[in-house]
């Protein structure tokens, strides 16, 4: 995570964009760790996290929207900085959000994308993370969300690679925990009630099955927060 705070602490966000923003994690991020910035803007497509993010924001200059992604409603070349974090994989046309993402950004302006990666070193408290993330993914397709599992790093890398972005840096991070069986009750309850709900429904077994496969693990080996990419780059001219 140190790696993460260093690269916001060197930048003037000016106006900000957090794309994609769920209930606001990333926007706490900029907010205590950016250098500067005048404003934050988020937006999502989900009026129930946009509801939740507007309560914990009652800044001036922090504002949240529900926004279609895919045609955000901002002039070309607003935003001096442009983020995303944690949302490449649940975002269903990626190349048109990416390409939004681009246009609202000025010439020279920042762009930053976080993403978790699903291979690479891993501790074994790490895949867990892993494993139930893939797991929670099936279960929302299952349920109609678009929700994929997670990309390789060389998977991140490539989709990096078509954007119009110069000086690229990528660098690897992962949130540090001492004891991987702190949230463990917490994320047991949790499986078991998304298991409760797939009891309800037809053709889960193999669901479940993993689900309680899953829920055995945490309580052997733990669970961390997998490692991520921070990707960097400015828009070109």
């Keep these: 995570m140190n790696e993460i705070i260093k690269i ?7 106006n900000v964009l957090d794309a994609a923003t769920g209930k606001g994690d990333f926007i706490t991020t900029l907010k205590q760790h950016l ?9 999502d497509s989900s009026q129930r996290c946009v509801d939740y993010a507007q309560k914990i924001f009652p800044e001036n200059n922090i504002e ?18 442009v983020c995303m974090s944690d949302a490449l994989h649940h975002i269903k046309n990626r190349e048109k959000v990416l390409n939004e993402m681009i246009r609202v ?4 302006g920042l762009m930053l994308i976080t993403e978790m990666y ?6 074994p408290a790490q895949e867990t993370h ?3 993330h893939h797991w929670v993914a099936s279960v929302d397709r299952l349920l109609g969300t678009y929700h994929q599992k997670t990309f390789t790093r060389k998977e991140l890398q490539d989709i990096i690679k078509k954007m119009p972005l110069k000086k690229v840096q990528i660098t690897d991070f992962y949130v540090p925990v001492d004891d991987p069986s702190k949230n463990c009750p917490t994320l047991l309850r949790n499986c078991q009630e998304i298991i409760k709900r797939l009891q309800t429904m037809e053709n ?14 945490i309580k052997d080996i733990g669970y961390a927060s997998a490692c991520r990419l921070a990707i960097t780059g400015y828009k070109k001219k």
């Design 8 to 14: 916001l602490s060197k930048v003037d966000g000016g």
């Design 35 to 43: 250098k500067s910035y005048t404003q934050i803007i988020g937006v």
């Design 64 to 81: 949240i929207f529900r926004m279609n992604l895919e045609d955000m409603q901002f002039e070309d070349n607003y935003f001096d900085m």
């Design 105 to 108: 950004l000025k010439p020279e």
């Design 118 to 123: 699903c291979d690479g070193e891993q501790t």
């Design 130 to 132: 892993i494993i139930m």
């Design 204 to 217: 889960t077994e193999v669901l479940i099955k993993e689900g309680q496969e899953l829920m055995q693990r």
